[in-house]
């Protein structure tokens, strides 16, 4: 079946169904754009922000995964006790906001040093779904110690005055807390890219991606390569659970919702490609928020207002993902055999 | 006191026990083959000295430059001046010619200008930003033992370098490892299917079967003794 | 099933064109293979294996005749055992075709192969560790008699397939053995093992990925024996992957030299022996002055 | 084992060896006659209460294992199939006025087909892929559920009213069986269907079928290369395992008295996970074990207050206690650290060798 495949190249013209496709959704993008082109942008804007949370969350989880071989469930409650952290540094502790912004991911990434040299380190080499397994444990006792000293009501605190502002941008107005988390966003990405590809350690830790045990041979120190990783990880999860946090606000799912949603970006952008992640995110957060705009307009327009879903946002990245895996099983820009 | 020495050493996999006391010793600038039959335990011995997750040590010692290297990492040994050319080459495939040379030298204390690398083996100088996953097999190999080299170490295991190589590749890196242990005095410990590659390289051989050392021999001897290389051999 | 295999079958054929003439490829020695791959037991044309730019397998032509033994010989790395898998379609072949029985059976995937007749042994131990010796053989005898997948539920399946396991059991002598968890045996005898359950998918060409390998001298004559005794009695073909040069010398009735992953020459063990490109090539016995 | 020469020995030896052969059934039996009684005890609880909830998610946590303990396949996502169990019965009970026993087998045929359709999607991907792909799925279906699509599964609030089988009567949290003018408790309208499901799961595991999924677990390579269309088999696996799950669903309605969205939600799985892994995914009682202890140490430990401690005197652990979560997932990583397929009845075993080992001495002396 895949000689097929193989037979095909890749610079083939798109089908006609997918032309189609294409036409049908441009076709909407601008019937949504003649009908409610304020909120479209804005939604537009409000998905590229989410997607960059998106984004940062599963870089850390990618990183993981691909350096260890562990699907980090826990992960996601790095995040949440980001977000937690910052309600307790600014609404309990009365302290300035940008100072959680530094203390509480430096927290978070000790954390999960704790929880790398506590518990995964034993489990190198094992069945990867034990580490699934071990790390979803550690997951439910921060969860369920978080509820006990925070409680299970949903809560938020206030962000200083510069981030509660918004800006003007032509005739939409942008929360500067979106703009301050897209930026920080693309300043995670681009230093993690520098990391990764610019430095002797970030070479270190590729090849250790790639061979580990050839790089011990070579004299690399690559377990406490490895909890360093971890510790930036985890730091870009409380990084993000911050900002989620000044955003919207916080609750004790949001660790296991974004560990998942996290998980279907990387699986769309294609295990172990970074660039893939960054554009999955981005789109999925994109279409997020886009999709119900876009299916009221086209709805509306057409006369089927049966035909709206409510909710269909939340669904997005999973359909997104079944599509990607049906069409192409190793996601946007995956590799093959990779972590398999 | 010799560079490397093993004693009474025994290792297996979770399958069974491979080596059942091997005793080698190895002087400083010498180069030594290791020969044996597939099985015979050539690769576990190197593994062993090189202090890979597998195999197990059962029981022995390995002591280089009279201190013991069983309780140290392998990133620990590579430190002390042990570079290795593991069989199947073992290259980052995802990583760049330059990059693969790179990650060697930044992980030594003293390593050699990676153009003295590049002067070694030009065919590689074409090729620097090639990834690994993307050379030939000689390439591969020539990669890999530019890797171990330009840490600069004292001592070099190469495992099998010319399995599967094309003669002339071959004659190339006999001709090369020969040189890196008589220009530069690196000691050499070779395992090799190939006998007469083996006889190239080293001076003294060590005969491997069912993981025990059984004849230790010069490779004038061996050179002469058909019987001998029959029986251990099958050559 | 039929529908789809020539199908793929005719896709492998058109990107064999595309990638290389397979007579093109093929080495000089191939003219000692006088047989059409289509007429023989095991046949392969142009069968090619490449990960990225290296060439594990390189249009390799073969041809073995019914109830033959052959041995397949080649230093380290000459991809003997890549040979297998493609062969097996353990791993897809990137160019190239396979025949059985003058059938092609090419694109079918890995687990119809036994059912075909077609069965390999592996280089390292592979068992069901976990389970006894019986159980081992038993499950595979028992997919043999159900076919690739049964919803078998009652245990209708169960008797026929234990009898078959010990018949199996007795002919490889492991039947002493039988309720030992697999884990527990010696190398030697999960070695044997290894046969055993290949053979009770009831083959008729039966490929052996050095079935002697980390095995002492006694055992290693004993293995071959044991081969020899196994085929006579099943009239199987057999291709046997082998580093023990006096057990292939002795025993095969031909034998194919790989090398860099394209065949070298085939011939009976006396024109092998005698061949100068193999001694130097595989052997390794050559002037001294050019490698000094 | 055959050939014993006594007449008398050769017949104790074929009790026991058939003792041992059926001990499973045997042990279900027990399982079921002793459990409501036994924790019904002071010492113990002190209330038959949730012993009909034990046996429902003794068997969604032996559903469970068929896919786990002996496919190796791990899922997120079983909410999915014990959710589809019980909206499939509240859905018909209460939209299409439909009874219990043809709502039911409709519920839980949907189950399988929903498995069937995940499972040909996701079983060709690795193993982590393919936990993570079932949460995901897990997920899908918790949104599309929550959306109440068509009206049909009342969103967030669930079903409640129009759900409970006429011929279930209820008062004061206990339910009853109403059934040609005689009534008996609902535990034992459970412990019927437990003790079926329960059997059949037992022979799947020791059929050919059952036989043939450990060898792929054990060496998935070996066994394509052996003639197993190692594919096919854990496609059915993921089936027959979302089918059981499905059935302790329509259990778990009645119990229940309705569906919540919570059925579908992520802990939902999560929890049969806990449960199983605990209890030991080796072992057939494995899972049985776990879901035993996971409900007994929330009602236990729930209901403690008080701690008498030596030195400290009474300790208020009400408002630790009440967090046991937390110290269960505990328990859950130091098992998964320590003995990742043996778990609590690994354990529990290994005692019992031990102590029949010295037991045996002990007679032979």
Known sequence: MSVATLASTPDELPSIPWLLAGLALLAVVIVTLAVRPQLFISNLVGGLVYGMILMMIALGLSLILGLLGVVNFAHGALFMLGAYGAYQTVALFELPFWLALVVVPIGVGLLGVLMEVTVLRRLYGEDPLIGLLATFGVALMLEEATRAQWGGTPLSFDPPAVLRASVQVGFLEIATTRLFTAAVGALVVGGLYVLMYRTDFGLSIRAGLQDQQMAEFLGIDIPKRFTIVFFIGAAIAGLSGVLRGAEVGMDLGMGMDFVILAFVVIVVGGLGSIFGSVVSALLIGVAVFVTPVMLRAATTVAGLEWLYVSGIGGLMPFLVMIGVLLVRPRGLFGEEGLLE | MSLLEVSGLEAGYETGQILFGIDLAIEEGEAVGLLGRNGAGKTTTMRAIMGADLPRIIDGSIRYRDAELLDRKSYDRADQGISFVPEERQLFPRLTVTENVHIAASAAEDPLPAEEMFDLFPELDEMRDRHAKNMSGGEQQMLAIARALVSNPDLMLLDEPCEGLAPQIVERLEDVVTRINDERGVTVLIVEQNVATAMAVADRHYILDEGRIVEEVTTDRLREDDELRQRHLGV | ?292 | MSDATEPTADGRDRLLASISRYQVPIGILLLVGLLRPVIAHDALLGSSYIASSMLIWMLFAAAFNLLYGYSGLLSFGHAIFLGTGIYGVAIGLRHFDLPYLVAAPIGVIVAGLIAYGIARLIVGYGEIYFAMLTLAFAEAIHFVVNADPFGLTGGADGLRSGTTPGWIESFRGQSVVQLGGGEFDLYYFVAIVFVLATLALWQIVRSPFGRTLVAIRDNEELARAMGISTARYQVWAFTLSGIFSAIAGTLLVIRNSGASLENFGMMTGAEVILMSIFGGMSYFFGPIAGAFSWFFAREYLTNLEMVAVPLLGTVDVGPILGYWRFFFGFLFVVVIVLSPREGLWGFVRSIADRVRRRLTEVIRE
Request: avoid cysteine; charged fraction near 25%; proline fraction near 4%.
């Open chain 3, 1 to 292: 099933m039929t529908d789809t295999s020539s199908d793929d079958a005719t896709e492998a054929e058109r990107v064999t064109d595309d990638a290389t003439d397979p007579a093109s490829v093929t080495g000089p020695g191939t003219d000692h293979e006088s047989l059409d791959p289509t007429e023989a037991a095991l046949g392969a044309r142009g069968l090619t294996k490449r990960f990225g730019e290296l060439t594990a397998v390189g249009g390799v032509d073969l041809a073995v005749p019914e109830g033959e033994l052959r041995a397949i010989i080649g230093p380290n790395g000459a991809g003997k055992t890549t040979f297998f898998n493609v062969l097996t379609n353990a791993l897809e072949p990137t160019a190239g075709a396979v025949y059985l029985h003058g059938e092609e059976i090419t694109g079918t995937p890995q687990y119809a192969r036994p059912h075909d007749g077609l069965v390999r042994s592996f280089q390292s131990n592979q068992l069901f560790t976990e389970q006894t010796v019986h159980e081992n053989v038993r499950i595979v005898a028992q997919t043999a008699e159900q076919g690739a997948f049964s919803l078998d539920l009652l245990g209708r399946g169960r008797d026929l397939a234990t009898e078959r396991a010990h018949e199996v059991l007795e002919l490889t002598e492991l039947d002493d053995l039988a309720e030992e968890t697999a884990k527990n045996l010696s190398h030697g005898d999960q070695r044997r093992l290894g046969i055993a359950m290949a053979l009770a998918t009831d083959p008729s060409v039966l490929l052996l990925d050095e079935p002697t390998s980390g095995l002492g001298a006694v055992e290693t004559e004993t293995t071959a024996d044991l081969i020899e005794d196994i085929q006579s009695e099943l009239g199987l073909t057999l291709l046997l992957i082998e580093h023990d040069m006096n057990i292939v010398l002795s025993r095969s009735d031909r034998i194919t030299v790989l090398h860099r992953g394209e065949v070298l020459t085939t011939g009976t063990p006396e024109e092998i022996r005698n061949d100068d490109a193999v001694q130097e090539a595989y052997l390794g016995e050559r002037d001294e002055e050019g490698s000094l």
